[in-house]
């Protein structure tokens, strides 16, 4: 069965934050360690963040709201 918006939508947040947890042990998390991360594109996870609405970007640098 194909999957809703929302579930895709869930899916996206929920790998941007394990992503984000993984990347966090590092210290200071960036857009960069993030696309490594999940194989997908700048601005595929500037998307994603801005749709996640749990995270912000400044100066490449992504944090927790």
Avoid: H, P, W
Avoid at 17 to 45: Q, R
Wanted: charged share 40%.
């Amino acid at each position: 069965k194909k999957k809703s918006k929302e579930q895709k939508k869930k899916d996206r947040s929920d790998a941007l934050i394990m992503a984000y947890d993984a990347c966090k042990v590092d210290g200071a998390v960036t857009v960069s360690d993030l696309c490594d991360y999940l194989g997908k594109s700048e601005d595929t996870i500037r998307n994603y963040v801005k749709e996640t609405k749990q995270f912000e970007i400044k100066n490449n640098i992504v944090f927790e709201v």
